[in-house]
């Protein structure tokens, strides 16, 4: 933390310095994590390339392919010459660049999470705030009930039922699939999309709608409210101009959680929806010990993260001017 | 050289639809469910895009990569060709070969190619590219399932552009049969893994790693042009999501049906199609016969007796599904009915195992892989050995620690697997595979068979072998799985038996409207 005696004046780039060198640090844990723990799974990469019927030699072949012949700790150096150079590799299955498809991926996992948050987003936001204000109304308690349930139903199950009852009966939506021309075609895969977002949205919304209740309910007993209001603000111009932008700070670094979450959980949802995503991608790697791809998507996932957690903070420091003093130093 | 020509000319006559329609009807008259199957020939549209829904996609698109069985299923016959087709009834017919001429000692083999064949990238299909695509299968790092089974081939020469020569070391009566698993590949082809330059009736449009795999007409085929515009391979890891989508119309029909229970959705409605074939799927119990108590033949009978197939079969798969009482489905030639061999039995069961010393019975781990049907398998197993006395320890592993511990350490007292390919009895002819079963009789029978000088010997000597295994009780093969496709009622003319996971689509009609 700076102290307010510096004479060096601080940026806001010593902030974003100190977030990268953290980022850097967190990447390379996770990659020595991984590492051990995918060698701590019994199997072997070399075998998703083989089949029953293979000979000895055919079986060493393979091993030598993928490098799983050789001693631990040269695999180690490799795995991090290889990290340093940002080189995620090539997968042992598909013998493709593991960055290649990490970006086809992307391209569905990350549409996929935005706008099921943001949908999350444009459900929680108006619901929690009313069913904090009208606490006492009979809706109001209605909308925390049925939040309370929405958070209890897996998300999973949630993916289940609307394909039961918006694509098996309805047939207004696909039950699943992606279309392979991808975002050539941005009608299809919004029309691909919508159940899968509407899953994410309406689950995510559920968790929200609680935060957002709490945050608006503290800011309704607020001091500066009342004092809005004795200077002739009316309830809801207080509200606003007074009581968002209070209330939004948690609410920040409570979506960039959630955001995060979805990102890496899409996982489930992926698989509900045949999509394939960075979640899909990891699951079938993991099981076919594809050490390239799984390392890669979880680089890549922790990057993301990562991020997500700085622009949040970032976000955070612009809209309340007492965290943003103090990161930049202005203050003295 | 004297040789005896065999005139493939009769057979290459035959349009490729003429051929199949005679083994679809064939194929059909067998099945009770598929009424539906035929009608709709009349009105089809000749340019449709047929989406076809499989649980199996492939890794890679080079089937000597490691792609696995998915890339059969998508390319075999659709975007490669090889020098003979295993067609869906398990013949074999020429393919690429026009003409094959064979030496008197059985260790030649002209082949003459089809004259006019190019590629998809517009290179002409010669003796080199044969010759390439062979030494493809059969090079040090290749990862193909069949390159064992080409071994004996000790030289191949080109003495013109259409004219290719396979020397061998030693008579191969499979040959033929084995080179329909060789992709003939153009020479100058560069990315096969994510690539493809093959001959046949459809080019490779686009793969999209996770979701699909589209494929559209070769308008230059050599051959009878498809029924069909494209078709697109769409890949699902759920079953449920699979069937949802047959059940919306986002695919139009499911390549092999892995979930019993969903079938019945789909029976009784006359919007879609169900046809049970032969596959060659075999669910078995293997033991290590090389360990205490599986080294002894009485155990494994007595195991064998205690079993009740049908009802596992019953309880798994409904009225679907084939007892088997060996390795053999009846689709190989060398099938014979031993389904009465150490048949269900409790009570010679238990004098089995007292001859054996194992009156009070023993315990035993069972290596069960964590995918359907394994687990409930060795649920059941569990249950019916309890009653002879024999505790199952049910441990479940991955198919991957399956391939290091089961198939490559040997380290393992029994498993759970299911053995999809054709023709696979010769597994129990070689002593180092991973059940250890050692019988030099079969393992003789197993080479004589493949220098057998004609057919009729080499089905003589594997129906002996077959005869030999069940008597030993070497493996305890419980069930064939059921080939079940499922389609909309607008689609005819897809494969029925999906033989060695082949999925041709040239024939497949879609309804127009």
Redesign the interface.
């Known amino acids: 933390m700076l102290r307010p005696s510096d004479k060096r004046k601080p940026t806001i780039f010593a902030y974003i310095l100190r977030r990268f060198a953290i980022l850097i640090l967190s990447l390379l844990i996770a990659a020595v994590v991984l590492f051990v723990l995918l060698r701590l799974l019994?199997?072997?990469p070399a075998?998703?390339?083989?089949?029953?019927?293979?000979?000895q030699?055919?079986?060493e072949?393979?091993r030598e392919?993928v490098g799983s012949n050789l001693p631990l700790w040269e695999q180690f150096l490799r795995f991090v010459g290889n990290l340093a150079r940002f080189d995620l590799g090539t997968s042992f299955?598909?013998?493709?660049p593991v960055v290649e498809?990490i970006a086809?991926?992307l391209t569905v996992t990350v549409p996929l999470a935005l706008l099921g948050f943001a949908l999350a987003i444009a459900i929680a936001v108006p619901l929690g705030i009313l069913s904090a204000v009208k606490a006492n109304r009979w809706y109001g308690a209605a909308i925390s009930t049925v939040s309370q349930l929405g958070i209890a139903i897996p998300v999973f199950w949630v993916g289940?039922l609307l394909?039961t009852v918006f694509?098996?009966n309805l047939?207004l939506f696909?039950?699943?699939?992606?279309p392979?021309?991808?975002w050539q075609n941005e009608g299809q895969v919004l029309y691909a999309l919508a159940l899968p977002v509407l899953t994410i949205g309406l689950v995510m919304a559920a968790s929200l709608i609680r935060y957002i209740r709490s945050a608006t309910q503290d800011v309704l007993g607020s001091d500066y409210l009342r004092t809005a209001r004795a200077l002739g603000a009316s309830f809801s111009q207080a509200l606003i101009r007074h009581g968002i932008r209070n209330g939004a700070v948690p609410i920040v670094s409570i979506l960039g959680i959630e955001l995060a979450t979805t990102l890496l959980g899409a996982v489930v949802v992926e698989?509900?929806?045949?999509?394939?995503?960075l979640g899909?991608?990891l699951?079938?790697a993991i099981?076919?010990?594809d050490y390239p791809n799984v390392q890669g998507v979880l680089f890549i996932s922790t990057l993301l993260v990562l991020l997500i957690g700085f622009a949040a903070d970032l976000f955070q420091r612009l809209i309340d001017p007492r965290l943003r003093e103090r990161a930049t130093g202005a203050a003295t | 050289m004297t040789g005896n020509t065999i005139d493939l000319g009769e057979l290459s006559r035959l349009s490729r639809k003429g051929r199949r329609s005679i083994l679809a009807s064939a194929a059909l008259a067998m099945l009770s469910t598929s009424t539906a199957a035929l009608a709709q020939d009349a009105n089809f549209d000749p340019d449709a895009s047929v989406v076809i829904g499989s649980l199996y996609e492939p890794q890679n698109l080079d089937n000597t990569a490691g792609a696995g069985q998915g890339i059969n299923e998508a390319f075999n016959g659709n975007v490669y060709e090889a020098l003979f087709t295993l067609t869906d009834a398990g013949d074999v017919t020429p393919g690429l070969v026009a003409e094959q001429t064979i030496s008197e000692d059985g260790l030649t083999y002209t082949f003459k190619l089809r004259p006019n064949v190019t590629f998809h990238s517009g290179d002409p299909l010669t003796a080199q590219d044969v010759k390439h695509s062979i030494e493809r299968v059969v090079a040090p790092d290749s990862k193909s399932s069949r390159k064992k089974s080409l071994a004996t081939i000790s030289g191949i020469e080109t003495p013109d552009d259409q004219t290719v020569v396979v020397k061998l070391s030693a008579r191969s009566i499979s040959l033929p049969y084995n080179l329909s698993y060789v992709w003939i590949v153009n020479d100058a082809a560069k990315d096969l893994n994510a690539g493809e330059d093959g001959t046949g009736p459809y080019r490779l449009d686009e793969w999209r790693r996770g979701s699909s795999l589209a494929l559209s007409r070769n308008d230059k085929y050599w051959g009878t042009a498809p029924t069909n515009g494209e078709v697109v391979f769409q890949y699902f890891t759920d079953a449920t999501a699979l069937n949802n989508a047959l059940l919306t119309g986002a695919v139009d029909v499911i390549t092999s049906v892995q979930s019993p229970d969903s079938i019945a959705q789909f029976k009784d409605n006359p919007d879609f199609t169900v046809t049970a074939g032969q596959s060659t799927t075999k669910e078995l119990l293997a033991f290590n016969d090389r360990v205490e108590p599986f080294n002894n033949v009485k155990v494994r009978k007595a195991i064998a007796r205690a079993i009740d197939d049908k009802k596992l079969l019953q309880s798994i798969w409904g009225e679907y599904g084939t007892l088997i009482g060996s390795f053999v489905p009846p689709t190989d030639p060398w099938y014979v009915d031993l389904t009465g061999v150490d048949a269900y039995d409790v009570e010679s069961a238990k004098a089995l195992l007292k001859e054996a010393g194992f009156a009070d019975g023993f315990s035993f781990k069972l290596d069960t892989p964590n995918y359907d049907p394994h687990p409930i398998v060795a649920q059941f197993l569990q249950s019916e050995l309890a009653k002879v006395g024999i505790k199952v320890e049910i441990n479940v592993i991955t198919a991957n620690e399956w391939y290091t511990k089961v198939y490559k350490a040997h380290d393992f007292q029994a498993t759970l697997q299911e053995h999809v390919n054709h023709r696979d009895i010769v597994f129990y002819g070689n002593p180092d595979f991973y059940w250890g079963y050692n019988n030099p009789d079969v393992v003789d029978l197993i080479k004589e068979s493949e220098a057998a000088a004609n057919t009729d010997a080499q089905t003589a000597k594997l129906t002996e072998a077959n005869r030999i295994i069940a008597e030993d009780a070497a493996s305890n093969w419980l069930y064939l799985y059921p080939q079940i496709v499922v389609s909309s009622s607008a689609v005819t003319g897809y494969p029925v038996n999906g033989l060695n996971s082949q999925f041709f689509a040239y024939n497949i009609k879609k309804s127009g409207n």
């Not at chain 1, 075998?47 to 000979?55: E, H, K, R, T, Y």
């Not at chain 1, 698989?271 to 995503?277: D, E, I």
């Open positions: 019994p199997g072997d075998n998703a390339l083989l089949s029953v019927g293979a000979d030699q055919q079986i072949a393979a392919q299955v598909s013998g493709k498809e086809a991926r289940i394909v694509a098996v047939r696909p039950s699943g699939g992606y392979r021309r991808g698989r509900v929806f045949a999509l394939p995503g899909s991608m699951l079938l099981e076919q010990r």
